[in-house]
């Protein structure tokens, strides 16, 4: 089984192309996804795809393994799999080895681990942006070739296998500003709408992974608010059709990604 958690759409063309090539089925994380004892049995291998936000699994993956733990069960062990796939814009810090931290708790270990680089969709600080539409469009023409020999290994049931991309200084970016980014930086609290273009349609509401947008009755028509469960995903800033979100003046005059239906 492949569960996987997709903010803007890259983790799920990843997901759903493993799931081909692997003969598996790709489950998307939601908050009404049951804990892992729940999903998983133990002829069964489970591969975790999620994208990197700042040098880590995103907190909403981690608040479902912490949920998962008090559960109060725990998935069998041997002779289960377990692997992680991870999308990045670039690089990926540590994230397989918090990964590997969270799931101590639940008696798992990670048998392979792996990062796949696709379009860049952050643009909530300076500095940050998508990618030009040519290195957009060689990440998503390369992915295939990089999932195959994934798909391989993971078939074959190998173990001990970390092919990720940790970039530089890759310990101060997961374990300094990963705390920082998280405690200061992510949340809902930045997003700003540009009323004289938002036209109500609610994508931005049906289209939130965590389910942390709610359209609320206003005299210009219902508009989006956004709730503590975001984990800034963006998938709202990316998806409104009117660009009328913004991440506060961050954003500014960023572009937009949509990822394609399949690579």
């Known amino acids: 089984m492949i569960l996987y958690f997709s903010g803007v759409g890259n983790t799920r063309l990843v997901a759903e192309r493993l799931a081909s090539l692997c003969n598996d089925r790709a489950i998307a994380l ?27 699994p995103p907190r909403f993956v981690e608040a479902y393994l912490k949920r998962s733990q008090r559960s109060g069960a725990t998935p069998p062990t041997r002779p289960y799999r377990l692997y992680m796939v991870c999308t990045c814009g670039d690089d990926i810090g540590r994230t397989d080895r918090l990964l590997a931290r969270m799931l101590r708790p639940l008696n798992l270990m990670l048998d392979g681990a792996w990062s796949v680089r696709m379009p860049n969709t952050y643009v909530a600080l300076p500095g940050f942006d998508v990618d030009s539409k040519e290195v957009e469009q060689s990440k998503l023409q390369a992915a295939p070739d990089t999932l195959r020999p994934i798909a391989d290994s993971i078939a074959a049931g190998e173990q001990g296998i970390v092919r990720v991309t940790p970039g530089a200084l890759p310990w101060v970016k997961s374990h300094v500003l ?30 939130c992974p965590t389910g942390s947008i709610r359209m609320t009755a206003t005299d210009s028509g219902p508009r989006p608010t956004w709730t503590a469960g975001c984990t800034l995903c963006l998938s709202c800033y990316h998806h409104c059709p009117q660009s009328a979100i913004t991440y506060g003046r961050y954003s500014r005059n960023k572009g937009q990604y949509r990822a394609p239906q399949t690579l």
Request: glycine share 10%.
């Open 178 to 207: 990963r705390p920082l980014f998280n405690r200061f930086l992510t949340g809902p609290g930045a997003f700003r709408l540009r009323a004289d273009a938002c036209t109500g349609c609610g994508r931005c509401a049906k289209g």
């Open 30 to 56: 939601t908050p009404a996804t049951p804990p892992l004892s729940d999903l998983c049995h133990k002829d069964e291998r489970l591969i975790l795809c999620f994208p990197v936000y700042a040098w880590g």
